[in-house]
């Protein structure tokens, strides 16, 4: 039997590395269309990416960026949901909603999302039991601190450890909420409190964290660990080194690789799923 998630009804194969597009909900500060065009531009943005070959899609209304602030709940409401809808309606892909409030988690799996991720890995008032009520898939993703503060100075006696400790705390905090852990995902958060040491660390020994037993999350897409060794300071221009990255944590166990550049990344899967399949001249049958 093919590994697979039930995402609100809409199954995401993990048979091979699988790629979550990137749609984020913030105010174009470049237009003052207000709400519509903020709509309008991420629905456009995401089908965009749909076409480009995204098995799923993951729509955050809050920035998590490092020294980013919170979002107050009915604006975070305001974004998530008109584009959960939309794309749920649209585009036959699985929609992730990326949010660690309860209250967008229950409205936007009403709107038809199929999975959380939660950056905050549950840990928020409620949020235990608003996943497990919703039913769908959630992602547990490890942070150090707050995005207010996590990259100060984060520090640890031993990285992989320490993240892997934590995933397996949190599986079992899901767990005896009753998620079960056939809807359980675990993510390393990668820039999550982390040095860019830490993060390579992370990624080469990935297969740890996949020990845990459950699917592996991976989003290094654009980050500072991709930009200060490839010396790129615009995120735009840190495609080629964000694919590099992508291939390096499928092949290091990811399930799933949370992206910018779609199509790009698509491309680079297809090889290195080649890479892994086609049976060497010695192996042929
Ligand atoms: C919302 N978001 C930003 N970076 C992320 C990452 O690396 N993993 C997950 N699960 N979500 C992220």
């Known amino acids: 039997t093919t590994p697979a998630l039930?995402?609100?009804?809409?199954?995401?194969?993990l048979d091979r590395?699988?790629?979550?597009?990137?749609?984020?909900?913030?105010?174009d500060s470049f237009s003052d269309g207000g709400a519509h065009?903020?709509?309008?531009?991420?629905?456009?943005?995401?089908?965009?990416?749909?076409?480009?070959?995204?098995?799923?899609?993951?729509?955050?209304?809050?920035?998590?960026r490092p020294g980013a602030g919170e979002v107050p709940l009915e604006e975070e409401?305001?974004?998530?949901?008109?584009?959960?809808?939309?794309?749920?309606?649209?585009?036959?892909?699985?929609?992730?909603?990326d949010t660690s409030k309860p209250e967008v988690m229950r409205a936007a799996v009403a709107a038809g999302a199929g999975m959380i991720n939660d950056v905050y890995a549950l840990r928020r008032e409620g949020a235990l039991d608003a996943a497990a009520a919703a039913g769908v898939p959630?992602?547990?993703?490890?942070?150090?601190?707050?995005?207010r503060s996590m990259q100060d100075a984060p520090a640890y006696d031993d990285v992989v450890g320490e993240v892997h400790r934590f995933l397996a705390d949190r599986i079992f905090a899901a767990e005896m909420a009753?998620?079960?852990?056939?809807?359980?995902?675990v993510d390393p958060g990668f820039g999550f409190g982390k040095t860019v040491a830490h993060n390579y660390l992370l990624l080469r020994q990935l297969g740890r964290i996949a020990e845990l037993g459950v699917p592996v999350l991976a989003g290094l897409s654009r980050k500072s660990m991709i930009?200060?060794?490839?010396?790129?300071?615009?995120?735009?221009?840190?495609?080629?080194?964000?694919?590099?990255?992508?291939?390096?944590a499928a092949q290091n166990g990811?399930?799933?690789?949370?992206?910018?550049d779609v199509a790009a990344t698509v491309d680079a899967l297809k090889v290195l799923q080649a890479c892994l399949e086609q049976p060497a001249a010695a192996e042929r049958p």
């Open 138 to 147: 959630v992602v547990l993703m490890h942070m150090l601190g707050e995005p």
């Open 17 to 27: 590395p699988r790629v979550m597009g990137i749609v984020n909900v913030t105010p």
């Open 254 to 260: 990811a399930a799933i690789v949370r992206v910018h």
């Open 6 to 13: 039930d995402c609100g009804g809409r199954r995401l194969k």
């Open 227 to 248: 930009g200060t060794v490839t010396s790129r300071a615009v995120a735009a221009e840190r495609v080629h080194g964000s694919v590099a990255g992508a291939v390096l």
């Open 178 to 185: 009753g998620i079960p852990r056939a809807r359980i995902l």
């Open 77 to 97: 409401l305001a974004r998530v949901l008109p584009v959960v809808e939309r794309l749920a309606r649209e585009t036959g892909l699985p929609v992730s909603v």
């Open 37 to 64: 065009a903020t709509t309008d531009a991420a629905v456009a943005h995401a089908l965009r990416l749909a076409e480009e070959g995204a098995d799923l899609l993951d729509v955050g209304g809050e920035s998590t």
